[in-house]
C-alpha cells in the first residue's frame, strides 16, 4: 500500500523531472548551436575571429569586472588547488593571460610556465597585460598539442574545452601531455541557463557536469574535488564547472617523462 508520505514524494519528483525538461528546452533555445554546424576548421576561424576582434579586446581590458580573475586569484592563493611543487606548468587557452596571472603570482620561482591558445592576437594582448617575459606563449591548438608525451606536472584550462565539438579530444589530448599524477584544474561552461547565455555571447557549447566527469574518469583522470568559487556559487550553482583533476598513473607503465620541450612550436609570442 502507497503511504500519503511516498505519493507526495513521488509528486515531487514528478514536479521536479517537469521543470528539469522545461529547463532543457530554453536553455538550448538559448543556446548557439554555431559549433555543431560547421566543420571544426571553419569553426575555430570563427572562434579566432571573435577573440581576435572587439569582444576578446573587451575581455582582456575588463576581465576584472567580471569577478572570476578575483575568485580565481582567491581559488590559487588559498591553495585550495595547490602549485607547490609543481615545475613544468601548462595553460591552455591563455586567452589574454588571466590564469597566466595567477600562475605568475603563485607557482614556484623555479616553475617553467607555458600558455597556448589559438588566437596570437589574444597572446599578444596577455603579454601586454602581464608585462612579463617568464611564460613562453605559443600559438596552438588544444585538439593538436605541440608538446611530448607526458610534458607537464600540472595543467590549467580555464573556459576553452567549450570551444570544441567534444570534450574528449581535448582532454585526451591534454592527458597525453600529463605526466602520472599530474594535476589539473579545469574551468568549463555548464549546461545552466547561465552557461547557455555564456554559449550565446562566445559561440561556445555547454557541458553536462555527470557527463564531464564520466570523460575524465574514462580517460583516466581522477577527481579530487570539485570547487567553487565562493559559497554563493556553490549555493546557487553558478560559475561553471570547476574541477581539479588528477592523472592517474596506467599500470605497468615506466614513470620516466619526457622533457617539455614543444615538439612543433607554431608561432611564439
Ligand atoms: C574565455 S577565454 C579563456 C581565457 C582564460 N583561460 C580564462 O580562464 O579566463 C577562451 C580562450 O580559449 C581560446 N581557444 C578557443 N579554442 C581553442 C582551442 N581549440 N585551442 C586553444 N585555445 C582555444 C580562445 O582563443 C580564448 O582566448
Redesign the pocket.
Known amino acids: 500500500m502507497i503511504t500519503r508520505t511516498q505519493r507526495r514524494h513521488h509528486r515531487q519528483q514528478k514536479t521536479s523531472r517537469r521543470k528539469s525538461r522545461r529547463r532543457k528546452v530554453v536553455n538550448r533555445i538559448v543556446e548557439r548551436d554555431l559549433i555543431h554546424r560547421l566543420s571544426y576548421d571553419q569553426y ?1 576561424e570563427e ?2 575571429k ?2 581576435g576582434g572587439a569582444r ?1 579586446a573587451m ?1 582582456a581590458r575588463f ?1 576584472q569586472l567580471s569577478g ?2 578575483h575568485l ?1 586569484d582567491r581559488l590559487l592563493r588559498k591553495r585550495r588547488f595547490d602549485l607547490a611543487g609543481a615545475r613544468q606548468i601548462l ?9 597566466l596571472g595567477h600562475l605568475l603570482k603563485y607557482a614556484d620561482p623555479e616553475a617553467r610556465i607555458t600558455g ?4 596570437h592576437a ?1 597572446l599578444r594582448r596577455a603579454r601586454g597585460r602581464l608585462k612579463s617575459s617568464r611564460p613562453d606563449l605559443i600559438t ?4 593538436r598539442l605541440p608538446f611530448a608525451n607526458q610534458s607537464f606536472d600540472c595543467v ?5 574545452l567549450e ?2 565539438p567534444d570534450a574528449r579530444t ?1 582532454l585526451a589530448e591534454i592527458v597525453r601531455v600529463m605526466k602520472p599524477h599530474a594535476r589539473m584544474l579545469l ?1 568549463t561552461t555548464e549546461d545552466s541557463f547561465g552557461g547557455a547565455w555564456t554559449s550565446r555571447l ?1 559561440a561556445c557549447r555547454t557541458y553536462n557536469r555527470r557527463e564531464i566527469l564520466k570523460t575524465c574518469d574514462e580517460l583516466g583522470l581522477a577527481l579530487t574535488q570539485e570547487l567553487w568559487f565562493s559559497r554563493m556559487h556553490k549555493l546557487l550553482r553558478a560559475g561553471g564547472i570547476c574541477i581539479e583533476l588528477r592523472k592517474r598513473h596506467p599500470a605497468g607503465t615506466s614513470c620516466e617523462t619526457a622533457s617539455a620541450v614543444p615538439v612543433r612550436v607554431d608561432s611564439a609570442v
Open positions: 575555430r572562434v579566432r571573435v577573440y576578446g575581455l576581465s572570476h580573475l580565481g595553460d591552455v587557452g591563455s586567452g589574454a593571460g588571466q590564469i597556448i591558445d589559438i588566437s589574444m596552438a591548438d588544444l585538439a590549467t584550462c580555464g573556459y576553452v570551444h570544441l581535448g574551468f562566445w
